[in-house]
């Protein structure tokens, strides 16, 4: 049988299991669980994938990378189902895996690609477990992103994605670099790149040339999603967060003012060690007052090693509850937002399981037919089961 990937976690997982996959082409009846541990909901999960893959291949070598398999290493490692373990730091390096060097970095075509450009995290957030499984900040340099998405594009994406663990902080580590360079560099590479998104950004990084793209370019997706974490001030420093909830404000008024259509998407913790009822309604007003339709809610659980986790702590059922009314209120603007969309012709890139995305990351269902990889217009009309139709 085939090399099978398993991917959890977050976007930056997505983009470096295409590259595992490829760099494993050659190989047969072999899974790898790629890991994520950013909760202990996470690690439960990875778990899970484990087990799962290991009762559907019992014959196959089953190996283990990613942030979990860094963080729990010896607890992961001890999993009978487990026959090796791969460092996060190697895991795109082809001897990790005993695999070829000139090994393809990918073997199949997409219609949107993940490409990562930063690994790793220079902050220390009270609560972030990543950066123990991820190590500091390192940007990948503009010739070889370049040379990624040149490689994509001939494969057919109509869409680039970029991903990394801190994007905004790409290029700290390269001089005077600033993400908004990467970004022009790459719309002035390729002119005929339709699409442009950023995967997670940290507002407070967001420098003057990247805000300027993301205003005024129509190749970069007027969509925005912002590693917030959090909507009172109080909990933002508790949690060593860099900026303030006006801050975030500011920044997403300045944004609609100059392109009015753009969504935004956002993280937020619910249940923080020490936060109260006043502190969770401050969270579910962020949530309104930035109109936030695409939202990643975390309940807080205290990860090992870090500050948050010496912190007096929230009820369990507490932090449930008020996750869940944060996904309410997330799902009461979503619904808004899709309603103001209906009747509105959409730019939809058509994906494989018979639905696409619009610019603002609108998920469209399509007619029957319509190939993957091409870029229609949809005028929908209803709304199905969370999809515009």
């Known amino acids: ?36 541990a950013v909760t202990a909901e996470a690690v439960r999960h990875t778990r ?4 799962k893959a290991r009762k559907a291949r019992p014959d196959a070598r089953l190996l ?135 995967s997670s950004l940290d507002g407070i990084e967001i420098d003057p040339v990247l805000e300027e793209r993301i205003a005024h370019e129509p190749r970069v997706m007027p969509h925005v999603h912002l590693s917030l974490q959090h909507g009172h001030d109080l909990i933002l420093k508790r949690m060593k967060r860099r900026h303030l909830r006006g801050d975030a404000v500011a920044l997403v008024e300045r944004l609609r003012a100059s392109r009015p259509g753009i969504a935004i998407g956002a993280d937020l913790i619910a249940g923080f060690p020490t936060e109260t009822s006043d502190h969770h309604a401050a969270n579910l007003s962020a949530v309104r007052d930035l109109a936030i339709v695409h939202g990643h809610i975390f309940p807080y659980s205290p990860r090992p090693g870090t500050p948050a986790a010496r912190m007096p702590q929230v009820e369990h059922e507490t932090i449930r509850t008020r996750a869940a009314e944060l996904r309410a209120a997330v799902a009461q603007e979503r619904a808004r937002w899709l309603a103001g969309l209906v009747g509105t012709p959409l730019s939809v890139l058509a994906e494989r399981d018979g639905t696409g995305h619009s610019p603002e990351f609108a998920r469209v269902r399509l007619p029957t037919g319509t190939r993957p990889g091409t870029i229609v217009t949809i005028t929908p009309t209803r709304i199905e089961e969370g999809l515009l139709a």
Not at 9 to 33: F, K, P, Q, W
């Open 1 to 36: 049988m085939s090399v099978e990937v398993v991917t959890l976690g977050c976007r930056m997982n997505l983009a470096e299991s295409e590259r595992i996959r490829g760099m494993l082409a050659g190989e047969t009846d072999t899974v790898v669980v790629n890991s994520c």
């Open 48 to 51: 899970q994938a484990i087990r």
């Open 64 to 198: 283990v990378t990613g942030c979990a398999a860094e963080i729990e290493r010896e607890a992961i490692a001890a999993m009978p189902e487990v026959d090796g373990l791969v460092a996060n730091a190697a895991k795109l390096d082809p001897r990790a895996w005993n695999a070829s060097a000139s090994a393809p970095t990918s073997t199949s075509a997409h219609t949107r690609a993940f490409v990562a450009v930063q690994n790793g995290c220079d902050h220390a957030c009270t609560f972030c477990v990543i950066p123990q499984g991820r190590g500091p900040s390192r940007s990948i340099g503009v010739a070889d992103v370049l040379r990624a998405v040149e490689a994509d594009l001939a494969r057919g994406a109509a869409e680039i994605v970029l991903t990394g663990v801190d994007l905004t902080s790409w290029g700290h580590d390269l001089g005077e670099e600033r993400l908004g360079r990467l970004v022009t560099a790459i719309l002035d590479a390729f002119p005929t790149l339709a699409r442009l998104r950023l």
